[in-house]
């Protein structure tokens, strides 16, 4: 009888396991690199995502004041929905913002000061930068998943724009993972995103 047991347990066991693998989605699959969708909440790269280390900020806190996270990382568009990315550089631009600057991570921290900052209404924040005298327009898009779009006005009035989460919400998104055996490989290309659209 406990052999019997056994068997079946093991039988549901390996069902389960191959269901699991089964049920990853493949995006792309070339003979060097693969691009698929990360479901895995205790993954490595859900850690990686948040993972604010190198900015060198110590004791980054809320900002309460301002009804605003601190930490944010990037958010992507695909067939309807949002996903974070794990690209197979491993390159992430994470943001900051701390007392009066904000962090930019490219493949180094840009540090920018800030010279104002202004509540216009309950879903619009605006910063203005001394560094490089750009607005930074920060929308509210879903306060409950941490959704926000950065809209940037530089000196010459050009406009740039982007997605970002409250990094502590990362959870609510699957990742898109990039992995790559020898080296950096072609991207996932995202959807493009209509950000007056989302912001209205």
Known sequence: MKKSILILLLIINNVCLGQEVSDTIILR???NYKIYIEENR???QYFYQKDFSKFNVIDVLKNKKRHLPS???PLYLYKKSYYLSSPSDGYVPRIIIYND???YEDYEIIKLKISS???INK???KFSEIDDKNNVLIKVVNFKKGIYVFKTIDSNKKISYKLMIDAEKANFFPIVVNTSKFERVKEFDFEKIDFEKLIK
Do not use: G, M, P, V
């Open 101 to 103: 600057s904000i962090y």
């Open 42 to 44: 205790l993954s490595k």
């Open 71 to 73: 930490k944010f990382i």
């Open 123 to 125: 879903k619009t924040f």
């Open 117 to 119: 900052i202004k509540k």
């Open 29 to 31: 699959k070339e003979a």
